[in-house]
């Protein structure tokens, strides 16, 4: 069935780079999506990335997406206090109407 | 959560009473949705709206009812509250003229059932 799995912990220093990784199911996603959720608050948009890309860069964010793997990886270099968030990966199914989340990657930033 | 709010922010209720969640957008998007985020979980979809009066079921849709009477308004109804219904709930919105089909979050409903 169609599922995204990404690992629910990652803690890291400040100033380090920080990779969450994520796998998904479904191979004809058009759209694969980071959100980033602080406490309170609801999920913000962080990046996406289109099915026929496999890097998309945004200043200190990088997507990596691996197709044949069903793989996708959020990189935030010189990571902040401020990047401390759960990170969710999320994929849209064909159709449009229902999107996939994982269960989230909380990030500890450590000064 | 520009342009989407919910209400209430907060809610405390008891197991057994209805209980209705609003939604509401300036942004005129044509779709709706209500998550519920639960520990472990991620955001599992509810209902979903894609135009006024157009409704479907989400993968956890038992015991919630939704109704979209304008564009801009998407209600949750709990009809009848239980323990398991204790979650955070999330509206969010997409439009199909977006290029990225990206969904926007509101700020999310808190509710504990009792």
């Known amino acids: 069935g169609e599922d995204v799995e990404q690992s629910l912990f990652l803690s890291v220093r400040e100033g380090d780079s920080s990779v969450i990784n994520c796998t998904y199911t479904?191979?004809?996603?058009?759209?694969l999506y980071w959100y980033k959720q602080e406490p309170g608050a609801g999920l913000q948009l962080l990046t996406y990335?289109?099915?026929?890309?496999d890097m998309k860069q945004d200043q200190r964010l990088t997507v990596l997406l691996n197709k044949k793997d069903k793989h996708l990886s959020l990189r935030i270099a010189d990571t902040q206090t401020g990047d401390s968030a759960i990170y969710f990966c999320?994929?849209?199914?064909?159709?449009?109407?229902?999107?996939?989340f994982g269960a989230g990657t909380r990030l500890f930033v450590k000064a | 959560d520009a342009g989407i709010t919910q209400s209430p922010r907060h809610k405390v209720t008891e197991t057994g009473t209805p209980v209705t969640l609003r939604c509401h957008q300036t942004?005129?998007?044509?779709?709706m949705y209500w998550y519920r985020q639960d520990p472990g979980h991620g955001l599992r979809l509810i209902h979903y709206s894609y135009g006024v009066k157009d409704t479907d079921k989400g993968e956890v849709s038992d015991g919630y009812s939704v109704s979209r009477s304008k564009t801009e308004d998407f209600l949750l109804t709990l009809e009848s509250a239980t323990s398991s219904q204790t979650s955070v709930y999330f509206c969010?919105?997409?439009?199909?003229?977006?290029?990225?089909?990206?969904?926007?979050f509101g700020p999310g409903t808190r509710l504990l059932v009792l």
């Open positions: 942004e005129n998007h044509r779709y």
């Open positions: 990335i289109f099915s026929n890309m």
């Open positions: 479904d191979s004809s996603s058009t759209y």
């Open positions: 999320a994929e849209i199914l064909t159709g449009g109407f229902k999107t996939i």
């Open positions: 969010a919105i997409s439009d199909p003229g977006l290029p990225e089909e990206t969904q926007y």
